[in-house]
Protein backbone atom coordinates (compact mmCIF):
# COMPACT_ATOMS: atom_id res chain seq x y z
CA UNK A 1 0.00 0.00 0.00
CA UNK A 2 0.85 3.52 0.40
CA UNK A 3 4.08 4.47 2.59
CA UNK A 4 3.96 7.02 5.08
CA UNK A 5 4.57 9.90 2.85
CA UNK A 6 2.67 8.91 -0.12
CA UNK A 7 -0.09 9.25 2.15
CA UNK A 8 0.69 12.55 3.30
CA UNK A 9 0.78 13.59 -0.18
CA UNK A 10 -2.41 11.99 -1.19
CA UNK A 11 -3.83 13.54 1.81
CA UNK A 12 -2.71 17.29 1.09
CA UNK A 13 -3.28 17.08 -2.64
CA UNK A 14 -7.01 15.26 -1.93
CA UNK A 15 -7.69 18.67 0.73
CA UNK A 16 -6.08 21.25 -2.03
CA UNK A 17 -8.16 19.73 -4.74
CA UNK A 18 -11.23 19.80 -1.78
CA UNK A 19 -9.98 23.99 -1.31
CA UNK A 20 -9.97 24.93 -5.02
CA UNK A 21 -12.94 23.23 -5.55
CA UNK A 22 -14.82 25.21 -2.89
CA UNK A 23 -12.94 28.62 -3.83
CA UNK A 24 -14.01 28.04 -7.36
CA UNK A 25 -17.43 26.93 -6.47
CA UNK A 26 -17.92 30.32 -4.08
CA UNK A 27 -16.55 32.49 -7.16
CA UNK A 28 -18.91 31.29 -9.47
CA UNK A 29 -21.96 30.79 -6.86
CA UNK A 30 -20.83 34.48 -5.51
CA UNK A 31 -21.08 35.59 -9.82
CA UNK A 32 -24.63 34.25 -10.42
CA UNK A 33 -26.07 35.60 -6.75
CA UNK A 34 -24.99 39.08 -8.04
CA UNK A 35 -26.43 38.39 -11.31
CA UNK A 36 -29.90 37.06 -9.97
CA UNK A 37 -29.70 39.65 -7.24
CA UNK A 38 -29.38 42.63 -10.28
CA UNK A 39 -32.25 41.30 -12.21
CA UNK A 40 -34.28 40.53 -9.44
CA UNK A 41 -33.87 44.03 -8.31
CA UNK A 42 -35.08 45.15 -11.73
CA UNK A 43 -37.63 42.53 -12.31
CA UNK A 44 -39.17 43.73 -8.24
CA UNK A 45 -38.65 47.21 -8.89
CA UNK A 46 -40.88 46.71 -11.99
CA UNK A 47 -43.38 44.62 -10.73
CA UNK A 48 -44.02 47.12 -7.53
CA UNK A 49 -45.63 49.53 -10.59
CA UNK A 50 -43.75 52.40 -9.84
CA UNK A 51 -40.35 51.16 -11.78
CA UNK A 52 -37.72 52.90 -13.54
CA UNK A 53 -38.03 52.55 -17.12
CA UNK A 54 -34.62 53.80 -17.98
CA UNK A 55 -32.87 51.48 -15.89
CA UNK A 56 -31.43 48.30 -17.29
CA UNK A 57 -29.85 45.08 -16.32
CA UNK A 58 -26.19 45.47 -16.28
CA UNK A 59 -24.59 42.12 -17.94
CA UNK A 60 -21.03 41.20 -16.92
CA UNK A 61 -21.19 37.59 -18.25
CA UNK A 62 -22.52 35.66 -21.01
CA UNK A 63 -24.58 32.67 -19.82
CA UNK A 64 -27.76 31.77 -19.57
CA UNK A 65 -28.51 34.68 -16.85
CA UNK A 66 -27.16 36.86 -19.30
CA UNK A 67 -29.13 35.95 -22.20
CA UNK A 68 -31.85 36.14 -19.95
CA UNK A 69 -31.02 40.20 -18.61
CA UNK A 70 -30.89 40.97 -22.22
CA UNK A 71 -34.86 39.82 -22.72
CA UNK A 72 -35.91 41.22 -19.96
CA UNK A 73 -33.58 44.48 -21.21
CA UNK A 74 -35.49 44.59 -24.15
CA UNK A 75 -38.55 43.90 -22.56
CA UNK A 76 -38.32 46.89 -20.94
CA UNK A 77 -37.27 49.17 -23.72
CA UNK A 78 -40.39 48.21 -25.21
CA UNK A 79 -42.80 48.97 -22.83
CA UNK A 80 -40.86 52.28 -22.27
CA UNK A 81 -41.13 52.85 -25.89
CA UNK A 82 -44.86 52.40 -25.38
CA UNK A 83 -44.96 54.48 -22.12
CA UNK A 84 -43.71 57.46 -24.20
CA UNK A 85 -46.11 56.84 -26.62
CA UNK A 86 -49.17 56.61 -24.67
CA UNK A 87 -47.56 59.49 -22.60
CA UNK A 88 -47.39 61.49 -25.94
CA UNK A 89 -50.74 59.99 -27.26
CA UNK A 90 -52.48 61.18 -23.86
CA UNK A 91 -51.31 64.69 -24.14
CA UNK A 92 -52.33 65.01 -27.53
CA UNK A 93 -55.81 63.54 -26.55
CA UNK A 94 -56.03 66.15 -23.51
CA UNK A 95 -55.07 68.98 -26.35
CA UNK A 96 -57.81 67.78 -28.68
CA UNK A 97 -60.08 67.46 -25.92
CA UNK A 98 -59.60 71.28 -24.67
CA UNK A 99 -59.54 72.42 -28.42
CA UNK A 100 -63.28 70.69 -28.70
CA UNK A 101 -64.32 71.83 -25.35
CA UNK A 102 -63.66 75.26 -26.69
CA UNK A 103 -65.39 74.52 -30.02
CA UNK A 104 -68.37 73.18 -28.39
CA UNK A 105 -68.67 76.24 -25.78
CA UNK A 106 -68.11 78.49 -28.24
CA UNK A 107 -70.91 76.70 -30.63
CA UNK A 108 -73.36 76.58 -27.61
CA UNK A 109 -72.90 80.20 -26.88
CA UNK A 110 -74.12 81.07 -30.66
CA UNK A 111 -76.62 78.75 -30.10
CA UNK A 112 -77.80 80.81 -27.00
CA UNK A 113 -77.52 83.85 -29.22
CA UNK A 114 -79.46 82.69 -32.69
CA UNK A 115 -81.75 81.42 -30.04
CA UNK A 116 -82.70 84.79 -28.46
CA UNK A 117 -82.40 86.00 -31.80
CA UNK A 118 -85.12 83.76 -32.87
CA UNK A 119 -87.47 84.26 -29.93
CA UNK A 120 -87.16 88.06 -30.41
CA UNK A 121 -87.80 88.22 -34.19
CA UNK A 122 -91.06 85.72 -32.86
CA UNK A 123 -92.01 88.29 -30.20
CA UNK A 124 -92.08 90.68 -32.65
CA UNK A 125 -93.71 88.84 -35.49
CA UNK A 126 -96.70 88.44 -32.48
CA UNK A 127 -96.56 92.19 -32.00
CA UNK A 128 -97.12 93.11 -35.47
CA UNK A 129 -99.92 90.11 -35.95
CA UNK A 130 -101.51 91.95 -33.11
CA UNK A 131 -101.16 95.14 -34.52
CA UNK A 132 -102.11 94.13 -37.82
CA UNK A 133 -105.37 92.33 -36.45
CA UNK A 134 -106.27 95.40 -34.75
CA UNK A 135 -105.96 97.76 -37.54
CA UNK A 136 -107.85 95.26 -39.64
CA UNK A 137 -110.35 95.54 -37.15
CA UNK A 138 -110.61 99.02 -37.30
CA UNK A 139 -110.41 99.58 -40.81
CA UNK A 140 -113.42 97.08 -41.30
CA UNK A 141 -115.52 99.72 -38.90
CA UNK A 142 -114.16 102.38 -40.82
CA UNK A 143 -115.65 100.82 -43.69
CA UNK A 144 -119.33 100.23 -41.89
CA UNK A 145 -119.44 103.41 -40.61
CA UNK A 146 -118.47 104.53 -44.21
CA UNK A 147 -121.12 102.24 -45.92
CA UNK A 148 -123.76 103.36 -43.15
CA UNK A 149 -122.39 107.33 -43.86
CA UNK A 150 -123.15 106.79 -47.64
CA UNK A 151 -126.34 104.99 -47.08
CA UNK A 152 -127.41 108.20 -45.07
CA UNK A 153 -126.66 109.89 -47.82
CA UNK A 154 -127.99 108.45 -49.90
CA UNK A 155 -131.37 108.80 -48.23
CA UNK A 156 -130.71 112.50 -47.52
CA UNK A 157 -130.47 112.91 -51.27
CA UNK A 158 -133.30 111.66 -52.06
CA UNK A 159 -135.16 113.61 -48.97
CA UNK A 160 -133.51 116.71 -50.61
CA UNK A 161 -134.60 115.57 -53.88
CA UNK A 162 -137.85 115.17 -52.93
CA UNK A 163 -138.16 118.57 -51.41
CA UNK A 164 -136.77 120.32 -54.16
CA UNK A 165 -139.47 118.99 -56.18
CA UNK A 166 -142.20 119.56 -53.57
CA UNK A 167 -140.64 123.07 -53.90
CA UNK A 168 -141.17 123.57 -57.47
CA UNK A 169 -144.12 122.30 -57.30
CA UNK A 170 -145.46 124.59 -55.18
Known amino acids: LLSGNERLILIGGSLMGMIF ?3 FTRIMTLSMTNSIDALSAITLDLAQGSGDLTKRIQIDSKDEIAALSQNINQFIEKIHTTVVAST ?20 DTR ?60
Open 21 to 23: FFI
Open 111 to 170: MVEERDFVKKTKDLGDAMKISLEETTRNASKTSEEILKASQTLNVSAQEIKLLVDNIQKA
Open 88 to 107: ESSRESALMARQFSTITHSV
